[in-house]
């Protein structure tokens, strides 16, 4: 069995693992890079290529798969979310009047080959997928084949979120022959979790009692309905004070009701809850002309560097009463919104702008950080472990960490390793 890593090594962002057997090739992964989609090309030639989950970095490279028509593997969320972004990309494309060689119909033909099975049989080897916390159904992908077996992570984590269980790491498979696993937070430990919570929540209402208003960039898929719920859970409860809340984006508002017929990916309380994301103190807005201030609000993009967040950040950045929080771990490094934070003053369209608003970064993450990387391969003992998904300095941290338990790698792209 071979290995051949194409992208999301030493890096985030295009993920996209070979994996080449007597019988059949398959892809786990299939991603893009920001920037890079046009002159990246991957291969094509895959019996099938699994989905670990329905962010783009991850899946956002299928639509160049619409020839071969190989099987696409992935839970039902992922094919439906995965659905929506791709059209959303198409959209943008056109907006933007890219060369762009995709259309609608191209987006059906994936879907029409999409299995939404846990288990699937292919030539000689064996696919199985397991949950892996981090988005809703986001799942591991554990391969079978000519007497080897590995387990891809894709993005996980093992501690549960307001809506989301983590990955039971008890319930994977143990001792493969490889490992392959994402080192976003590869050299971190985060503060717990419960205490980011509360710092999020303390930023909130020191904001509201300037009567300021509140920026917080988020992505469409997941994130924004989690935020949505837990800013609806604490006025509720009486946690923070009410306050006009809106989250601004089509694309989320189409996942959220999504995400209320489909209960059974998220945890036992919110499956006892009828409608779990029709919010009672949230609102949803088409455009931001729309917004009474002062009112905190979530939207896309959640790197800062596109749409409503983009505008909004312009707008607000220079009032020192108003605040901006990030929650995303990663940020690319020439958003403006990256800008607004460590060097607080960016450019947007012709201006320069001055911060004077607060920005603070408070790391609600859904990846796994070191403790939990570590105990995934404490857990599983593997005999190789590769690692992906994380800058190589983080990547090197966890290595120093787990080369005691196992062989590690930490490959470029392009790479090959027989297993
Ligand atoms: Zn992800």
Excluded at 275 to 284: A, C, D, E, Q, S
């Amino acid at each position: 069995m071979k290995i051949k890593l194409y992208g999301g090594t030493q890096e985030i962002g295009g993920s996209c693992i070979e994996v080449d057997t007597e019988y059949c090739k398959i892809a786990l992964d299939y991603g893009i890079k920001i920037d890079e989609e046009i002159k990246r090309q991957l291969p094509t030639d895959f019996d099938a290529v699994v989905i670990s989950h329905a962010h783009l970095d991850h899946s956002g490279s299928l639509l160049n798969l619409t020839k071969q028509k190989p099987v696409i593997i992935g839970s039902k969320m992922t094919r439906e979310v995965t659905m929506d972004l791709l059209l959303d990309m198409i959209k943008i494309q056109t907006l933007k009047k890219k060369i762009y060689s995709h259309d609608y119909q191209d987006v059906e033909i994936i879907r029409r080959n999409w299995s939404s099975r846990n288990s699937v049989a292919l030539p000689g080897m064996e696919i199985n997928l397991y949950s892996a916390g981090h988005v809703a159904g986001a799942k591991m992908t554990h391969v079978k084949s000519e007497g080897k077996h590995i387990l891809y992570t894709g993005d996980f984590c093992v501690h549960s979120s307001e809506i989301l269980d983590g990955c039971d790491i008890t319930k994977l498979p143990k001792k493969p022959d490889a490992l392959i696993t994402e080192s976003t937070y590869g050299g971190k430990i985060r503060e717990d979790r419960t205490k980011l919570v509360d710092k999020f929540f303390e930023k909130i209402r020191s904001t509201i009692e300037r009567k300021g208003n509140i920026l917080i960039p988020t992505f469409a898929f997941h994130r924004s309905q989690e935020m949505a719920k837990r800013i609806d859970q604490a006025m509720k409860k009486g946690r923070i004070p009410l306050y006009k809340v809106y989250t601004i984006s089509p694309l989320a508002k189409r996942i959220t009701g999504y995400f209320n017929e489909n209960k059974d990916y998220f945890r036992k309380e919110i499956q006892q809850q009828e409608k779990p994301f029709k919010y009672k103190h949230v609102k949803h807005l088409f455009r931001t002309t729309q917004i009474r201030e002062p009112a905190i609000v979530i939207c896309t993009s959640g790197f800062g560097h596109a749409g409503a967040s983009l505008h909004l950040l312009a707008e607000w950045a220079s009032n020192q009463n108003d605040s901006v929080i990030i929650t995303s771990g990663y940020l690319p490094p020439n958003s403006p919104l990256t800008h607004a934070k460590e060097d607080r003053v960016f450019n947007y369209k012709e201006n320069t702008i001055d911060v004077k608003a607060e920005v603070e970064q408070i790391e609600l993450s859904g990846h796994a950080d070191q403790k939990e990387l570590i105990q995934l391969v404490e857990s599983v003992k593997p005999k190789k472990t590769i690692l992906v998904h994380g800058n190589l300095d983080q990547a090197q941290m966890l290595s120093d960490k787990i080369s005691k338990i196992t062989e590690v790698f930490i490959p470029e792209r392009n790479e090959s390793i027989t297993i």
